[in-house]
């Protein structure tokens, strides 16, 4: 048995409206994700700002409520606890922030502050929470007369390290570190996660690391979850999951990283466009707004960066709709046309302004497709967009959009939800430009 | 207090045969468009004088970029603030050296003259684009402003000015955005408004302070790309702050690695990362994970030292695993030439000066060139031959380092 499963956690922060606080939409911010984490192991959150990993960690530790899930710790589901049993979970479960600046009372001395969750927890003798701390602040690296010092007198590597002494303070044989190392330079980084790595075979602890930063989760992480828009995308080993990314999210996400290594510049993929909304998540796989691997239509086989582009038209119709106008005056902006109305403007200038507003190539690579959008475009320059929708939707479909990819066991313990198989992946993911 | 002649710079002007090699894209041999000179940036406070700035000299030649690095407290960001005085003073103060830019000292101009400077000739892209955006004006506003401000324009040229800027910074449905608000716009995007503002005066130089390090690694690849684009494009020189060296990486042509307020090595990006020469540099990249050897990382340990009373010698002196006695003692070392006695790779290390024995420094600079981690990195496209990268010279250092592959 895991220490720690988490089957189908959901958040949602309803938006509402008026007096009557009427919810008018939800943000998704977690939407049903599984993982477990064994005793003794280190578990890796990885994704982008946005994408629900902390809101995960927190409402995991019941910080905030979670809107649905069962999160089981040492087979107990904690979901149900009352407020005593909750007590007792989080002496074992701890947190640690990212900002240690904020997260220490700068008028409490670090000795009670890290002697503070064993009060809380009911040690309430004084002279062996002394004993206990000068203990802990030696083990991460600093002295015992430190704990008579102020938070101000510590730097940011400093205060993290005295933050893991005040999480372990309390002797818990789980912390979640919500971006432990974020705020540190990479010299003091690397020292933090080390410390970490050693404090966790001392302690035989279970932590869950959440981190934007590829290199921290390959650092210390024995398995990695990559999270996109509040659902997990794939999973498995660290060194599995960067090597042979699975997702194209985690592919893309991988080689956005700079390596630092000035003869590998630009060999990336780069992701185009902004994560969407948590409030209005796309439709099917929610990674198709973005992915440079969505699948073509069936019966037609373009180039697959132009079908991207022609995805991201798809994408703009069924939002907020093509603007002539602005594509007019964009055009005028740009050349030496005077008129921003689009009425002086024939059909034909006008399909290919918005082309050109999707850097959609001339050609598209398959004669039968540059016809299904050239008609789209001469509905779109008609101010037709309903038909332009209709048509696209019924020529380009594709499963991307329509079906939410099912986590596929790749073997046990390693998992990706795309509809692609992981050999297309990796093509894709190589053969851009 | 001598601290104008602990660096003495070895110029020998025209750049030798050997050294052509290396430069690939911007002319080394052209006028360098900025030139910092000794710049001593000082900061009076309560607890004595900081040395923020403490003689950094550095050459930005046209349509280059150069990435200085470092950790935080390294004096980068106050080294570009002072470029147009962008600083608090008081409390600081530019207590020597000069800013040539463009055959003019910017230390000696009158805040006037300094204002035509800034934001027209020297455009500046700053870490959170939220700050450099006012929240009650639409976006074409703001670019309109800048355009403006610099160019005698009607409004309406302005307008269409500030859509054609949108749009060529990537900016879907530029014409219809141009009267949105910053609030509606996304991390990402702001920060491409601020890059079309900086370019409404179609500067020659871009001063740009972390900006991508509040950006998710998607959407910093997108900016970095940008930049670059930018770059080739309008042939503008890009001085760029950071302490990220992978973004040093993808951008530099030239680096300079800075801490405590002093340059520690500076040279050509691949000089510097196939060879970092100074123990500092190479502990930077001990820190990364998949350099030198081993596959592990390894800390620095200890920590900066105090500002307002840096360590006699070296700066680096105490955290450094190879220092020796004379490490501590008198001021931090001359910038001396790592490969050859020009101004294209120098390191401020006692090891580089006359009579020390270099050996070890030079070994580890071996072991951290990317090609030495051994069969685990030198996969890349490697079919095409290394094009002269100076290997002649380096002798048994380039067999590692040339693993690599291609140039670009």
């Known amino acids: 048995m895991s220490l720690l499963e988490v089957e189908g956690l959901t958040k949602h922060y309803p938006v509402t409206q008026g007096v009557l606080k009427r919810e008018v939409s939800r943000v998704r911010a977690v939407d049903g994700i599984d993982f477990d984490v064994e005793r003794g192991e280190t578990v890796g959150i990885v994704g982008e700002s946005g994408c629900g990993k902390s809101t995960a960690a927190t409402s995991l530790l019941r910080i905030e409520e979670p809107t649905d899930g069962v999160v089981r710790f040492d087979g107990d589901d904690i979901t149900d606890y009352g407020k005593a049993d909750l007590k007792r979970f989080r002496r074992r479960a701890q947190m640690i922030f990212q900002n240690p600046k904020s997260s220490f009372d700068p008028r409490m001395s670090m000795g009670d502050s890290v002697a503070e969750p064993l009060k809380i927890h009911g040690m309430s003798d004084p002279n062996r929470r002394r004993a206990i701390v000068e203990d802990l602040l030696e083990r991460v690296g600093l002295s015992a007369d430190d704990a008579d010092r102020y938070p101000h007198e510590f730097s940011g590597g400093q205060k993290q390290r005295i933050a893991l002494a005040r999480a372990l303070s309390v002797n818990p044989d789980f912390i979640v570190a919500d971006e432990p190392v974020s705020a540190l330079d990479v010299s003091i980084k690397s020292e933090i996660l080390s410390l970490m790595e050693d404090l966790q075979e001392q302690f035989d602890l279970a932590v869950l690391l959440i981190s934007h930063d590829m290199g921290v989760v390959r650092q210390v992480c024995d398995r990695v979850n990559v999270m996109y828009l509040g659902e997990i995308v794939e999973s498995g080993p660290t060194e599995e999951v960067f090597e042979n990314p699975q997702h194209p999210y985690t592919a893309a996400l991988m080689s956005s990283v700079p390596t630092p290594d000035p003869r590998k510049r630009g060999m990336g993929t780069e992701l185009t466009g902004d994560v969407p909304s948590p409030s209005n998540p796309p439709e099917g796989c929610r990674f198709h707004t973005r992915c440079p691997a969505v699948i073509q239509p069936e019966g037609y086989d373009m180039d697959q960066s132009a079908w991207r582009n022609v995805v991201d038209l798809k994408t703009r119709l069924r939002n907020e709709g093509v603007d002539l106008e602005a594509l007019a005056e964009q055009h005028a902006a740009e050349t030496d046309d005077e008129s921003t109305d689009p009425a002086d403007y024939g059909t034909d200038e006008l399909a290919d302004m918005a082309r050109e507003e999707f850097d959609i190539p001339a050609q598209l690579g398959d004669p039968g497709a540059d016809d299904v959008l050239e008609r789209a475009l001469d509905s779109v320059a008609t101010g037709d967009q309903d038909e332009a929708q209709a048509l696209l939707d019924r020529e380009f479909a594709t499963v991307c959009e329509r079906e939410e990819p099912p986590r596929q066991q790749i073997h046990d313990g390693r998992s990706s939800a795309c509809h692609l198989d992981g050999e297309t992946v990796g093509a894709v993911a190589l053969s851009d430009d | ?408």
């Open chain 2, 1 to 408: 207090m001598s601290d104008t002649d602990d660096e003495t710079e070895p110029r020998t002007g025209a750049t030798t045969e050997t050294d052509a090699g290396v430069r690939d894209g911007p002319d080394a041999d052209s006028e360098p468009l900025l030139s910092i000179s000794d710049l001593q940036v000082h900061f009076d406070t309560r607890e004595g004088t900081v040395r923020a700035v403490d003689g950094v000299s550095f050459d930005v030649h046209p349509g280059e970029v150069v990435c200085v690095v470092g950790e935080s407290g390294s004096g980068k960001t106050v080294t570009a603030e002072s470029i147009t005085q962008l600083i608090d003073m008081p409390p600081g103060r530019i207590a020597g050296g000069e800013v040539l830019f463009g055959g003019r000292d910017l230390t000696e101009l009158s805040d006037k003259q300094l204002r035509s400077v800034r934001g027209s000739r020297i455009g500046h892209i700053f870490q959170n684009p939220q700050g450099a955006l006012n929240p009650v004006y639409s976006v074409g506003w703001q670019i309109r402003e800048a355009v403006r401000l610099h160019r005698d324009v009607s409004k309406e040229a302005a307008h269409e000015e500030a859509i054609d800027l949108l749009d060529r910074v990537g900016i879907p449905n530029a014409a219809e955005r141009v009267d949105e608000y910053p609030h509606e716009f996304s991390g990402g995007m702001r920060q491409r408004v601020v890059i079309a503002m900086a370019l409404a005066a179609q500067p020659d130089l871009l001063i740009a302070d972390e900006p991508t390090t509040a950006l998710d690694v998607t959407i910093q690849a997108q900016i970095l790309r940008l930049l670059k684009e930018i770059q080739e494009e309008f042939d503008t020189a890009i001085v760029f702050i950071t302490h990220d060296l992978g973004v040093v990486a993808e951008m530099a042509d030239r680096v300079v690695v800075m801490y405590s307020g002093k340059v520690m090595e500076r040279g050509d990006v691949y000089e510097v990362f196939e060879r970092p020469a100074h123990p500092y540099t190479q502990a930077l990249m001990r820190c990364l994970p998949g350099r030198g050897r081993t596959e592990t990382t390894e800390a620095i340990g200890g920590s900066l030292p105090e500002p307002t009373d840096p360590p006699d010698g070296c700066r680096f002196h105490p955290r450094c695993s190879l220092a020796i006695e004379d490490c501590a003692v008198g001021q931090q070392p001359a910038l001396e030439g790592v490969e050859f006695e020009d101004d294209s790779h120098v390191a401020s290390c006692v090891f580089y000066q006359p009579g020390y024995d270099d050996t070890t420094v030079r070994e580890q600079a071996r072991d951290l060139s990317v090609g030495g981690a051994d069969g685990t990195e030198t996969h890349t496209d490697g079919d095409s031959a290394p094009d002269g990268v100076d290997s002649e010279s380096a002798g048994a250092d380039s067999v590692d380092a040339e693993a690599g592959g291609e140039r670009r």
